[in-house]
């Protein structure tokens, strides 16, 4: 089964995202910052990561360069509220980019394409 690990600290988003995504076939892990992220990527080896940009304890950009630092093949899809980040040079790092929307159409597509691409 293909695993996507949700990184946000909003906890409806995490639940909403997990509940939608469990719906489409897929396991989902979450993870409320990003704390420990590289040892929960390194544990539970997610095919894909759904990451938040802007959260409390971490700048999701700085936590996107680490990530691609120690795996530079795993899918990261940033989600967030702003599309100001998008122009970002950090963000260039991300495979795709989508804004946070309670209609999930979108970021469940980007999931799909990025999953088929690195296939």
């Given at each position: 089964m293909i695993k996507i690990l949700?990184?946000?600290d909003e906890a409806h988003i995490r639940l909403l995202?997990?509940?939608e995504l469990k719906d489409e076939g897929y396991e989902v892990i979450t993870a409320e910052s990003g704390e420990g992220l590289l040892e929960l990527i390194n544990r539970e080896?997610?095919?894909l990561v759904v990451l938040d940009i802007k959260m409390t304890s971490h700048n999701g950009l700085d936590l996107l360069q680490d990530i691609r630092n120690q795996y530079y093949d795993l899918p990261v899809i940033l989600s967030t509220a702003y599309d100001s980040f998008?122009?970002?040079m950090k963000s260039m790092a991300?495979?795709?980019y989508v804004i946070k929307s309670f209609d999930l159409s979108e970021l469940k597509s980007r999931i799909k394409k990025?999953?088929?691409t690195a296939r």
């Open positions: 949700v990184v946000d995202y997990s509940e080896n997610p095919s998008k122009e970002d991300a495979n795709d990025n999953l088929e």
